[in-house]
T-cell receptor
Framework: AQKVTQAQTEISVVEKEDVTLDCVYE???????LFWYKQPPSGELVFLIR??????QNEISGRYSWNFQKSTSSFNFTITASQVVDSAVYFC?????????????FGKGNQVVVIP | ETGVTQSPTHLIKTRGQQVTLRCSSQ?????VSWYQQALGQGPQFIFQ???????GRGNFPPRFSGLQFPNYSSELNVNALELDDSALYLC??????????FGPGTRLLVL
């Protein structure tokens, strides 16, 4: 079963529009960690944020913000006032403490295309 | 501080051959994980190494094997290559239990 679901495969927005990426996860663990990574065309995964299951506080970092809701098992990501440099694939990932390591289960990713 | 590096960047092999991919972890990191990313998909966990021992394995056959060296660098070996092994192979390093930082990957094409 897919542990991380990112429903939208490709999203196109015009520059300066906001874009929200949805992430729904599934776990029986009470201790887990959620991540967002950005993958530009070069291929390297760039770490954006990590949240643990005990911290539901939303976070803002510049034009990026994250909304974590345990009640709906969601960890959504919003880019405000998008720029062409935001064009990339964005991955949501889950790490479950029960594995005894920090292995990541990734969603299929959201391809974001920002049109100038 | 040096980030995660991988070599080679690209590789072409034929079915049945063997391949070795290499990864140098970020300075101070003691854990290395390997992921396979097929085209259009999210990365899939292959295995992790901590203190030169395998510390968890995903759903990959035994022909995928690895090593970690005392300096925490790592190798991924794949024997008897199949066409479906064509993918981007990503290495990530971390301190125990913390955030993983990824290298640029090795693109493997199996013909």
């Amino acid at each position: 079963a897919q542990k991380v679901t990112q429903a939208q495969t490709e999203i196109s927005v015009v520059e300066k529009e906001d874009v929200t990426l949805d992430c729904v996860y599934e776990t029986r663990d009470t201790t887990y960690y959620l991540f967002w990574y950005k993958q530009p065309p070069s291929g390297e995964l760039v770490f954006l944020i990590r949240r643990n299951s005990f911290d539901e506080q939303n976070e803002i970092s510049g034009r990026y913000s994250w909304n974590f809701q345990k009640s709906t098992s969601s960890f959504n990501f919003t880019i405000t006032a998008s720029q062409v440099v935001d064009s990339a694939v964005y991955f949501c990932a889950l790490s479950e403490a029960s594995y005894g390591n920090n292995r990541l289960a990734f969603g299929k990713g959201n391809q974001v295309v920002v049109i100038p | 501080e040096t980030g995660v590096t991988q070599s080679p960047t690209h590789l072409i092999k034929t079915r049945g051959q063997q391949v070795t991919l290499r990864c140098s972890s970020q300075s101070g990191h003691n854990t290395v994980s390997w992921y396979q990313q097929a085209l259009g998909q999210g990365p899939q966990f292959i295995f992790q190494y901590y203190r030169e021992e395998e510390n968890g394995r995903g759903n990959f056959p035994p022909r995928f094997s690895g090593l970690q060296f005392p300096n925490y660098s790592s190798e991924l070996n794949v024997n008897a290559l199949e066409l479906d092994d064509s993918a981007l192979y990503l290495c990530a390093s971390s301190l125990t239990g913390l955030t993983q930082y990824f290298g640029p990957g090795t693109r493997l094409l199996v013909l």
